[in-house]
């Protein structure tokens, strides 16, 4: 053997000794969140935006979320529906069918015909205009609702909350305002999009190599509290340190000769950049508590000085996510066109595209549970404690379980 495969086997051997005594303080699984643990496929009774409306036609479309499988469509008033998409007679995909009457779809292989309001079967194409099949079948509907440009679903149960209760407050009666965004189906865990959008400790580290912030300093740590504010939770800085001097290692910064290191008060800032000029006037009377927060089910909102962030993690079945990423701006008029020329000029690549793929990457990279968390998780726990409690649309009472902490 020779000296360094030696000092490789000794380190490694070291290394081993020392993860045997630790291997089971503070490593957890989520069986403490069983909620959270079973969710795999979605948490049902809520809204889910789950594509563009631009997209949903009289051609019938299919989307699959909670593991439903679901046919959408327009009827000729331009009333989007959403069906089961399988065909009660042999189980063939109605996505996979037509319009062939105003107002309904027909199964591709035998003709079987459903309107689209309820679901009922009222025509069989291949038995006649006496079918007596007619009125005996129907297919499930999904109640529906169209908002920033999105259509969204309720999966659930039971009769619908208003798509209003559920989506951020600033959304309902706002000024006018321009879309864009990208919907993308990714490989990975809802519930680890949903962490990895409210995580703090990544985007500082792993976002400081994304040509978005290329510019811009990212702090080296800080530390933060989450204030809960009804549905929502908030991710607050207490203190934010630029850069720092790790004992018998040195010092550890990302600041850069070409970068702009924010000037705004701690605490006062919008947006994680601070340093802006100018703030949107509806974005500030919000007067959000926090610049990053997230609320069920996997709705996570980031507000910057001049427009706001929102990702919706959207299930598709256990193991893939719809990523819905959506960036609005209270803008009219010239302003909107102005908008949309920057975001398809270059705000869609470098935020949705090259910052965003950072995040799936390491979605995608995440082999937890089991975990070892450290002190700013405290986000992803407060976040699975928030889920612990139930849906808040429910009828029901909130739950309340011991839960192991995290490591300080
Ligand atoms: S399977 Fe749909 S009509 Fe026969
Ligand atoms: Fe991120």
Not at 58 to 66: L, N
Not at 347 to 353: D, E, N, S, V, Y
């Amino acid at each position: 053997m020779s000296v360094t495969e030696d000092r490789l086997a000794k380190l490694r051997g070291r290394r081993t000794d020392k993860s045997d005594r630790k291997a089971d303080v503070g490593r957890v699984d989520w069986t403490s969140w069983p909620v959270y643990d079973a969710a795999g496929a979605g948490l049902r009774n809520y809204w889910y935006p789950v594509i563009w409306s631009s997209e949903v036609k009289r051609k019938p479309k299919s989307v699959r979320v909670c593991a439903e499988d679901i046919v959408l469509q327009r009827d000729e008033h331009g009333e989007v529906f959403a069906l089961h998409d399988r065909c009660p007679h042999r189980g063939v995909r109605l996505s996979q069918g037509t319009e062939e009457f105003p107002g309904t779809v027909s199964c591709p292989y035998h003709g079987w015909t459903y309107r689209l309001s309820d679901g009922e079967l009222v025509a069989v194409i291949t038995d006649g205009p006496d079918s007596p099949m007619c009125g005996q079948v129907a297919v499930a509907t999904y109640p529906t609702a169209e908002v920033a440009g999105l259509v969204w679903v309720f999966i659930g149960d039971r009769d619908p909350h208003p798509l209003a209760e559920q989506l951020p407050e600033e959304l309902v009666n706002p000024p006018d305002y321009a879309v864009g965004g990208r919907i993308e189906d990714r490989p990975g865990d809802w519930r680890l999009y949903a962490e990895n959008g409210f995580d703090e400790g990544h985007a500082k580290y792993l976002h400081r190599t994304s040509y978005w912030r290329l510019f811009k300093v990212m702090p080296t740590w800080n530390k933060i509290h989450i204030h809960r504010e009804g549905r929502w939770l908030y991710r607050m800085e207490d203190e934010r340190y630029w850069e720092a001097d790790f004992p018998g290692l040195g010092k550890w910064s990302n600041d850069r000769w070409w970068k702009i290191k924010p000037k705004q008060q701690q605490g006062k800032m919008l947006g994680n950049t601070g340093g802006a000029k100018k703030n949107d006037p509806y974005i500030v009377s919000r007067d959000f508590p926090g610049f990053a927060s997230l609320a069920a089910p996997g709705m996570l909102r980031i507000a910057y000085p001049q427009f706001i962030h929102y990702e919706f993690y959207v299930p598709i079945e256990e193991g893939r996510t719809k990523y819905v990423g959506v960036m609005v701006q209270f803008k009219t008029g010239l302003a909107k066109a102005g908008f949309y020329a920057k975001y398809l000029g270059g705000i869609r690549w470098l935020f949705h595209g090259n910052f965003s793929s950072q995040d799936h990457w390491m979605v995608a990279e995440t082999d937890a549970p089991p975990e070892r968390l450290y002190r700013p998780d405290s986000s992803l726990l407060e976040w699975r404690r928030l889920i612990e409690e139930g849906n808040p649309f429910d009828v029901g009472t909130p739950v309340s379980l011991d839960r192991p902490e995290v490591e300080s």
